[in-house]
Every structure is written in structure tokens, then in C-alpha cells.
């Protein structure tokens, strides 16, 4: 059995923001295990920009973000392993891993930080009839295929969700010269992020056709069509609309889901809104000592509210390592009125710094107001030009807020029209 | 080529009447229009061994499922396949329907089933909590077990490959000669003949049939809709949920699978076109429905994919199993609908006595072996033995498929087993690669690589599963 302070589970860009946090705080003995052949997560595959505008104020692409952080850590004496793939968490934090050259390796952690990121949603979770056939995947799966293998997984293509990632690989797809035929979107607005829409569809005249989805799928062995369908208010496709076009790729982009097998290995209790686990304000879960940050707690569309995210946690696990800030009083956050979900769920009302609770709303609002209200005192009332449910957005609490708690506190946050 | 046996169609039923001729020595193949073994009927179905009461006593179906599930234990054990006994009730939703669980009972009893007993409410919800409302009694069959279809169907072809017999993929009989005292098969790997023909062509039997001209097997393919849904729900049922049965089938049933899933289904859709598994939002909206009367917790949410098979119902109502009346060496082995799978094992034992009475003088073969050693299955060891397994074959140290977590090496064995997989589908069927929550999403492009590597093929030319099914097109420019 090794034995180190800290180990971080999952080497994307949160696993390697919390451990360079952990190390600046002073934390000696840390390891990052990653299941794939490199560090860098999900960005590797990320060859277009428009990451780091807020954190390094420049557009970096995606293996450009994450080389910086690879840099960084190498220039300490972080240990890392790759293609090294963690198989359990333990209740005792012991954590097991497994990879080709050195087997099955188990590591005592005095702190454990979860980032093991997020999946896509695949086909089966949306029931749609038809066919099986090859050429229906996940717009991240095509990336892939295109990004790294370096081969087209379709001429025709039709994408079903307006996500980021099926946003971005609509101009991929393009600019390969395939033929995107249309982007559905089952809800009346889109998902993805507003320059995403701007850039990747209206550039190259690709249609985004809202409140539409796919009904059907069609063909034996390769797939030669898809039925698409209006929806009406309750999301049933509207008999009479439907119209068959013929292509031979459908990308999903349709979701992500938190990656939390780990996690419930543990037995770490679950947000049932964002899929990843309830957290205080450093990221610590309801198991002491059990960490997480990134994708794994919440999907984000922008990976520099990843890093500062995961910095948050990288602190938070030096804190427990050292023994400091133990306990307190903890309050709960709350989402109500259009707010989908708040993450951290729990802070601590004897905080000393400031805390941002980051949330998403459910719907698109223009000109509403994002109040925040404690004990029918009103902390802050904010009025927002647009609110999305692509984007992530937060507000403040001081501690000077805090102090005014007890432990009957309850925050909540809603928008107000 | 000349064989003694050919076999055509590698579904359930032909990869086990191959593995029995393959005690014999003879010589046999096994003649398959896919690009593996069962693609048919045999990889969707309820995947249930059933306990034998729902067919006439009398009948072919009655006898051969009361047997096969006699011999379905001996051939899983010889075959490192799981078998899960896990019982099954038959439910009534009203006090009407308590008399049709006494009819199934006596039928059962008449066919030699053990063990049935009618049950009522409160024995019921005490072993199924998550039972519906309206149940008022069910008929327990504790016989009844759970099996994996593709599984005893590949390791029942892998055990008779490895005794002799030959699997011919990509082979589809076109035409078929009648010659003396042989057939000649035309298939698109060319001719090929045989003294015997075994036809076990599923929902394409009667077409076969006809290739010599016997018209006398009518089939009308009847298409069964499922939801399969992720193993988070696999405890929602402890035993196979039945409804009353129709004159459709056996109903909706709700039932935990081998691997720890819950699958949900088939609905019973009659058409024309036996190849045709396409599911459609009605039948899937029917299975759902009839499913929540059952268990009223199962929920789409959960849903990993959905798929669809179709039941070779023949107008007959029963199996037809014997030589065909235009030439007794031809013999057909149609209209195995449901419980085809259950009576698989014993109408191979059948198949094959007719065979060796046609043959005459057969020997035994005195090499046979009918074990197949179980594929190593990483997700199911301790951490010592995981340890140790690495420490000899470090490509059980690259897990590959993280939902199911499959290591590379089980990919490595599943590709170079006998009659091996050669596709991404045949990768999952034998190792569960990408039969998870992502459904292949992270692992399709690495199983597309090691296929490539290991078959030594262009990347590009890997399938789903055969056919036109690419995966991939040109290079990037
Ligand atoms: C396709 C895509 C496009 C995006 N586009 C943009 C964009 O244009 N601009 C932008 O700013 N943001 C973008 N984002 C968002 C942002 O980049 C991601 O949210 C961010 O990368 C998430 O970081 P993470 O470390 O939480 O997850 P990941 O990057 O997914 O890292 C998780 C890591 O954990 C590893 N892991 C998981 N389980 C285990 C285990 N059991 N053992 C060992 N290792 C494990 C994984 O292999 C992975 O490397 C995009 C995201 C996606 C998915
Ligand atoms: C919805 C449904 C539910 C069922 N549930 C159960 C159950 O719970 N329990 C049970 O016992 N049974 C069940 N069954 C029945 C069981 O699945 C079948 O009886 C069994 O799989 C039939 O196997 P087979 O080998 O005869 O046919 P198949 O598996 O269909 O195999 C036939 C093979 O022949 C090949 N073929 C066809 N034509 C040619 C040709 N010209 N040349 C070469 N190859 C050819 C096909 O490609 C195919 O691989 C169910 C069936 C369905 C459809």
C-alpha cells in the first residue's frame, strides 16, 4: 500500500487545478491518477478556441488550455500516473487503481479529490425508435474520431441537441467537408453557449430548428435517414410535422452526466439536479476527507469556472490535510423560482472569505432580477440583461452576510420578472 | 468443399446442434449470412429459460422446453455460461384472471413441470415489493431461470469450433442443388456441399425450405419491442414478472438480466419483412405502458437502449422439426419462436439424433471436450486476483470499457477465441465492452483500434457489425 497526503482522481483540467492548488498551500505527497494516455481530460480533443478568455485572457484551444497546467505540474514533484485507471474509493479513503505496468496499485490518502469529469448522454437514455444501425453516436465520439484518429465518421449529417459540443462539431463537420444538414433542438432555445451558436451554425448557414427532435431512425446496416418532428409545449412530437431526411450520421448532443460511479461507490450522496455530489463551500463532500470539483459536481460549459472551481477544492483538501477548519455550522442553499440548482448545497456560516454560489436557471429571461434572501432579509437583488440555461452564472456571499446566520439559516436564490 | 453436415443460420439453435454433431466424426459447418454467430432472433429476446407450462401439453414446444431446461443446466455448466435460476411469476390484475393462473397450472403440471403454486397478494409483495397495485395473485414457477442468449450461443460455437467443426461467416445460401445423394449450397463465399443440410435459418427458415421446394413452412415474423434499462434498476424485480399470456405471446415482462439489467418488453408486432428490427414509438409506448402495471417504478429515465427481434411464429403454432418430405436428407428446424431459447439444448439433442440415424455407422468422437473454459472476467475478481492476473498479462492492467470496466486483454481473448469476434457489436456481445451506461461512447474508437491491431486491418474498414455497417469514412484532410 503507498501511502500519499492528497490523491486526485481524474487529470483534466480540474484534477490538475486542485492539485496545484495543494501543492501552493504546502501539501507535500500528492498523486493524480488518470485513465487516459496523457493529462488534459476532455480538452485534448478540443482543437477549436475559446477557452481561457476569463481565466488567462486569451483564446487558448482546448490542449492548449490544459498544456499550461500539464507544464505546471511538471515542474513540481506532483506524481502522476497515466493510463492508470481508478477502479474504487474506499470508505477508508484508500483508493485502487489499476494500469499495464505496475498492476494493481492501492494508495491511503488522507484527502481525495473526485474529478473524473462527465459522459455523454447516449441514444438509448432518449428512446428513439427505428433502427440500430452504425453512424448514430455522440457528438463527442465523433470529435474524437476526427481529432485524434483523424478519420470522418459521415458525409450527411444531422445533429439532435444544441449542446456545445454538438455546436462545435457541426463547423468541425463543415469544415471536413461534410454536409450538416440541420441541428434539432426538442426545447425552444438552445443549450449551447450564444457565440457557439453564432460562430459554428450561423457562419456556415447551418439551420438550428428549435423545438424539434428526432423520431426515427432509418436503415439496416449503415444509417440512411432520420425522421425529424415539431414538439409542442409538453415536448410530444405534433403528428402531421414529421419529415424524413436522408443522411448518414446523427451526432448526439443531447447532455452530459456527471461521472459519479466512484462517488456512489462511497457512497457520497448525489445532487438529484446536477447529478454530482452535495458539496460545502471548498468542494468537500458529506465524506470527510472526499473532495470534488469540475465536471464530476457540476457540467460547465466553461472550463475557466472549471479551474477556479477546482482551485477552490485543491485549497479546501490542503485545509483538511493540515488539519485546519474543522467544523462549524453548516446552512443550506437553495435554487427556488427559476433556479435550477445552486452548487456549493452547504456553507459554512463561520467562512471567513468570500463564497460564490454558481447556478443555472431553467428557462431563458430577459431583463429579470436574481435576488438572494436569507431569513427575509434581502442580500442582493441584481437585475440581468439575459439569463440562459447554457449559462452559468453566480452571486456573492461575505462573510459579513455570513455572520448574520444561524443554523436555522436557509439562502435561496431566485429570479425575479 | 465437402461436409457431411452443413448447418445454416448460427443462431442459438444452429450453434448447438453443432456443437453436438461436433461429437461425432463427421464433418461440419455452420453457414452463417452474418459476420458472427447469433445476429438473429437469439440477440433479442427475453432471454428467459422458461419453466415449460404455457405451451399445449403434447406438442413439441411442451416436450422440448420441459427437456431443454434438464440440459440447459448440464450445457451451461460445460460451458461456463450463467444460469440464473431466479423463478418467475405469472401475475393476475383481477379475480377474472385467477382462473387463467389455474389453467396455466394444470397445464404445467401435464407438461411436467415442478413446483408450481398459486400465490396470493400478500406472499406476493412480500417477495416482489415493487409490484403493482392491482396484483392480486401470481403463478410461482421456481424453475423458471435467466440466461444470456448471445453468450451460450457464442460459447456453444467456440466449444464446437474447437472440436472440429468450421464456422463459415459472411456465408449466405442462395440457391441450393439437389444432387444424389448430396446438396450443393450456393453462398456468396461460393459452392459448397453437403450431404446433410440442417436448416436453422430462424425467421428466414421458409425461404430456405423453399430453396429445394418444400413450400410447406409459412412464416410470419412477429416483431417484439424492449427497453433495456441500466443496472441501477436491475433490483427493481427478483424474478421474471410475467402478465397473463395472449394469443400475441407471453405478453410484457419485467425481469432482471444475467448481467444485473432490467430489460422490459417485447411488444408483438406482426409484419412482413423478418429483417426488418426497426422499433417504433408505438410498440416501445405499449411495452412501457403494460410494463408499469407490473412494476410501477420503472421508469424511462433509467432506459439505456432499446431494440427489437422478431419471433419466427409460424402458422403451424408448434416447432417443425424432421426431414423434409421432398428429401429426407434435408431437415428442417423452423418456427423456433419462444421457447425457442429454453429448448434450444434439446432440440439439438433431437436434431442430432436424426442425423446419426440418416448417417448410419457414426462414431463418437473419443477427443470431444465439452468444456469452454470461462473468458476471464476482470469486473468480477477480487483485488488479489486482479493483482495477480496483471502481474502475468499486463494487458489486463488497461481497462478500456470504463462503464463495464472491460480490460484490453478480455478484448484480446474475445477477438483471437474460436470463431472470435471480427466487429465492435461481436466485441460487446462476448465482453460487455460498451454495453453500459455510455453505450460505447468513450470505447467505441478504442475497440475499433485494438480490432484493427490484432486482425492486423485499416481502421477504416472495422464495422459495427458486418455488412455496410462502417464506422468510419476517409481520412480528415
Ligand atoms: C467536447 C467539449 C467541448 C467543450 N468546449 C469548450 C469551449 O469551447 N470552451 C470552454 O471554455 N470550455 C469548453 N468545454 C468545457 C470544459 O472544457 C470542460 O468542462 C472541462 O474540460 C471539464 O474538466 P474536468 O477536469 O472536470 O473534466 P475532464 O476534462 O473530462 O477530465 C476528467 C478526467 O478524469 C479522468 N477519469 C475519469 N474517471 C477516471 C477514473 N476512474 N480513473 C482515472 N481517471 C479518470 C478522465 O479520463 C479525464 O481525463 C467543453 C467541454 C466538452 C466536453
Ligand atoms: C421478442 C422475442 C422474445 C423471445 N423470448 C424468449 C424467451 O424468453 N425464452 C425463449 O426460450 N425463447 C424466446 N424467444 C425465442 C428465441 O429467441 C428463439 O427461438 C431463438 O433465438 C431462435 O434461434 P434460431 O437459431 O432458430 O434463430 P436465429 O437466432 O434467428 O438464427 C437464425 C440465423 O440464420 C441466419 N440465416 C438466415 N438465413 C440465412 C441464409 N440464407 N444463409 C445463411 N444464414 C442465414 C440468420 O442470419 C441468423 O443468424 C423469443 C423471441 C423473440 C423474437
Known sequence: ?417 | MKYDVAVIGAGVVGSLITRELSKYNIKVALLERANDCAMGATKANSAIVHAGFDAKPGSLKAKLNVRGVELMKVACEELNVPLKNIGAFVVAFSEEEIPHLQELLERGKENGVPGLEIVYRDELVKREPNIGDTAVAALWAPTSSIVCPYELTIAGLENAVTNGAEFLRNCEVKAIKQNNDSFTLETTLGEIEAGIVINAAGVHSGKVAEMIGDTSIEIKPRRGDYYLLDKSQGALAFSTIFQCPTKMGKGVLVSPTVDGNLIVGPSAIEHDDGDNVETTAEGLETVYTSAIKSIPAVSLRNAITSFSGNRAHCTADDFIIGSSEKNKNFINVAGIESPGLSSAPAIAEMVTGIVTELLGDVEKKSAFNPLRPAPVRFREMTSTQRAKLVEKNKAYGRIICRCETITEGEIIDAIHAPAGARDVDGVKRRTRAGMGRCQGGFCGSKVVEILARELNVPVNTITKFGGKSDIMYDKTK
Open chain 1, 1 to 417: 500500500m503507498l501511502n500519499y497526503d492528497l490523491v486526485v482522481v481524474g487529470g483534466g483540467p480540474a484534477g490538475m487545478a486542485a492539485a496545484l492548488q495543494a501543492k501552493e498551500e504546502g501539501v507535500e505527497k500528492i498523486v493524480i491518477l488518470e485513465r487516459a494516455e496523457t493529462l488534459g481530460g476532455i480538452l485534448e480533443q478540443c482543437i477549436h478556441t475559446g477557452f481561457g478568455l476569463h481565466y488567462f485572457g486569451e483564446e487558448l484551444s482546448g490542449p492548449e488550455y490544459a498544456g499550461r497546467f500539464i507544464a505546471e505540474v511538471e515542474k513540481t514533484d506532483i506524481d502522476v500516473y497515466t493510463d492508470t485507471m481508478v477502479l474504487d474509493v474506499s470508505k477508508e479513503n484508500v483508493v485502487t487503481a489499476v494500469n499495464n505496468k505496475d498492476g494493481l496499485i492501492q494508495i491511503k490518502a488522507i484527502a481525495v479529490v473526485l474529478a473524473m469529469g462527465c459522459r455523454e448522454r447516449p441514444r438509448g437514455a432518449l428512446s428513439i425508435a427505428g433502427s440500430r444501425p452504425a453512424g448514430v453516436m455522440t457528438a463527442g465520439t465523433a470529435q474524437k474520431y476526427v481529432n485524434i484518429d483523424g478519420y470522418m465518421p459521415g458525409k450527411k449529417v444531422v445533429i439532435l441537441g444544441s449542446g456545445d459540443i454538438g455546436l462545435i462539431m457541426a463547423r468541425r463537420m463543415t469544415l471536413e467537408g461534410a454536409e450538416v444538414k440541420v441541428v434539432c433542438e426538442l426545447m425552444p432555445y438552445s443549450g449551447g453557449l450564444k457565440r457557439n451558436i453564432v460562430q459554428c451554425l450561423d457562419d456556415f448557414g447551418i439551420p438550428l430548428r428549435l423545438s424539434c427532435t428526432v423520431i426515427a431512425t432509418h436503415g439496416k446496416e449503415r444509417l440512411e435517414g432520420v425522421t425529424i418532428a415539431n414538439v409542442d409545449e409538453k415536448l410530444k412530437p405534433i403528428p402531421g410535422t414529421e419529415q424524413y431526411i436522408e443522411c448518414d450520421t446523427l451526432l448526439l448532443s443531447v447532455g452530459l452526466i456527471p461521472e459519479n460511479e466512484l462517488s456512489n461507490g462511497v457512497g457520497i450522496e448525489l445532487d438529484r439536479v446536477t447529478g454530482g455530489p452535495v458539496v460545502d463551500e471548498y468542494r468537500e463532500t458529506l465524506h470527510k476527507g472526499i473532495f470534488a470539483c469540475g465536471n464530476v459536481l457540476q457540467v460547465h460549459d466553461l472550463v475557466d469556472y472549471v479551474t477556479e472551481e477546482s482551485k477552490i477544492a485543491g485549497k479546501g483538501a490542503a485545509n483538511y490535510i493540515f488539519g485546519k477548519k474543522q467544523g462549524g455550522t453548516f446552512i443550506n442553499t437553495k435554487g427556488i423560482n427559476g433556479v435550477r440548482y445552486i452548487v456549493p448545497q452547504r456553507v459554512n456560516i463561520e467562512n471567513e472569505e468570500d463564497v460564490k454560489l454558481y447556478f443555472r436557471v431553467g428557462q431563458v429571461y430577459k431583463g429579470a432580477k436574481v435576488v438572494v434572501e436569507c431569513d427575509g432579509n434581502i442580500l442582493s437583488s441584481k437585475k440581468k440583461v439575459m439569463l440562459a440555461p447554457g449559462e452559468m452564472e453566480n452571486v456573492k456571499i461575505t462573510p459579513e452576510m455570513l455572520k448574520n446566520m444561524n443554523e436555522n439559516s436557509e439562502i435561496t436564490v431566485r429570479i425575479e420578472e
